[in-house]
């Protein structure tokens, strides 16, 4: 693990007023999941293609309004383009008081500076940080990357953890990045398993997190066309750093997206779903994106006594043989969370193992989650990315046979 350490003028950037104890060495490093997880917790392997600026804020957490440091500076920017510029930013030094403080380190793209009545550079002062994490909370506003801690007198480090809210905002193609990344997909039924011909929206995107939970927001969904073949085909403007979804909503009224993830880098300068057979990483693999219908939704819900949608999502998979017939007999392990076994008929939950259906559902592994299953002819182990999305049903198909299957 390679910790930024933010140059030597941060290590006298807090220097504290009275009784003059050691001035506190200020480190950073990445968050390494599952929440607020980065590509990488190596800074080298984590991009930063755009000009990007680093808000440093210390703050009595009683006030926040009020800061003793306030600090928005330009990241210099070094021909690698990666997250170790941070270690060249050089920090004011104020005097500051003997007690507890809160600190907070944000970067945002340049498009979200603004200026004072001066012209001097202003970063955004409002971000919002999460009470258990200490990541910022989704939303339109958020960095790129960000986080909090708290200094207490005494302390001779002070190591706040980066999560990696959104950043694409600081890799955008516009700016440096690696151009237009293409997308192709085709779409399947969740019943029947063949090409799903009806209306529908499809879309692809990369979750946020917004602690404990992830969000898929529609301005983070980039729209595919439809194109001859029954597939469906666009590109989105920069690479996604850790996972890529591909989201398809039904026409039929009060339908719920579902969505199809797969593990993603910013070294894909392509994504397809299904993928491409010869992907050696099984979290990498993953099938067509999936329709599911609102009769299907709603026949699961009541078969786990819910009278409607859990607002934090649901994961509901199914264990395919590799002519995408139903297997049963077949133990589903999530790396988090719990999964029930749907009947035959899905009309209640149960038992230890897949029956006739082998459809199966967790209602609490977290976005992330790797759910693998171990069987068919020879044995082998299926592995497929899944968990909680807000208001979106995470669908896992795990096919054995060779291919994008198994």
């Known amino acids: 693990m390679r910790t930024l350490a933010v140059a030597v003028a941060l290590v006298a950037a807090l220097v504290l007023a009275a009784c003059d104890p050691p001035s506190p060495l200020v480190r950073l490093r990445l968050a390494d999941g599952p929440v607020g997880q980065c590509p990488s917790t190596s800074c080298a392997d ?78 955004p002062s409002d971000t919002r940080y999460d009470a258990s994490s200490g990541f910022p909370v989704a939303s339109a506003e958020s ?8 200094y207490h007198p005494g302390d001779d480090k002070i190591l706040v953890t980066l999560g990696c809210t959104n950043l694409m905002a600081i890799n955008e193609a516009s700016c440096g990045g690696v151009g237009a990344i293409p997308i192709t997909a085709a779409v399947n039924d969740f019943d029947s398993g063949v090409t799903f011909t009806g209306a529908m929206t499809v879309s692809v995107g990369e979750p946020v997190v917004a602690d404990p939970f992830y969000v898929l927001s529609p301005q983070q969904l ?28 039904d026409d039929a009224p009060q339908s719920t997206t579902s969505v199809v993830c797969r593990r993603a880098t910013v070294n ?34 009541a078969a786990l006594s819910l009278t409607s949608f859990p607002v934090h999502g649901l994961t509901i998979g199914i264990v395919l043989d590799p002519s995408g017939n139903s297997v049963a007999n077949q133990v589903v392990t999530p790396s988090a969370g719990t999964v029930q076994y749907f009947a035959g008929d899905r009309a209640t939950v149960g038992g230890t193992k897949t029956t006739s259906s082998g459809v199966w559902v967790s209602t609490d592994a977290p976005f992330g989650t790797t759910f693998s299953t171990f069987g068919g002819t020879p044995p082998t182990t299926v592995q497929r990315i899944g968990g909680l999305i807000d208001g979106k049903v995470t669908i896992v198909v795990l096919q054995f046979g060779g291919g994008t299957g198994g």
């Open 222 to 249: 980039h729209v595919l066309d439809p194109v001859p073949a029954l597939r469906w085909a666009g590109s989105v403007d920069a690479p996604f750093t850790s996972y890529a979804c591909l989201a398809v909503l």
């Open 268 to 301: 894909d300068l392509t994504l397809d779903w299904p993928s491409r057979v010869d992907e050696p990483d099984p979290t990498r693999r993953v099938g067509s994106g999936v329709r599911l219908s609102k009769a299907a939704l709603d026949q699961m819900l």
């Open 143 to 150: 960095p790129a990357v960000g986080g909090r801690t708290y």
């Open 46 to 123: 984590v991009p930063m293609l755009c000009a990007t600026w680093i808000s440093i804020r210390v703050v009595d957490p009683a006030d926040p309004t009020a800061p003793y440091l306030s600090q928005c500076q330009l990241v210099p920017q070094d021909r690698k383009k990666d997250m170790c510029s941070v270690a060249s930013v050089e920090l004011d030094t104020p005097q500051l008081p003997l007690r507890d403080l809160e600190v907070q380190v944000a970067l945002f793209p340049e498009s979200m500076i603004g200026t004072d009545a001066n012209g001097d550079p202003i970063c």
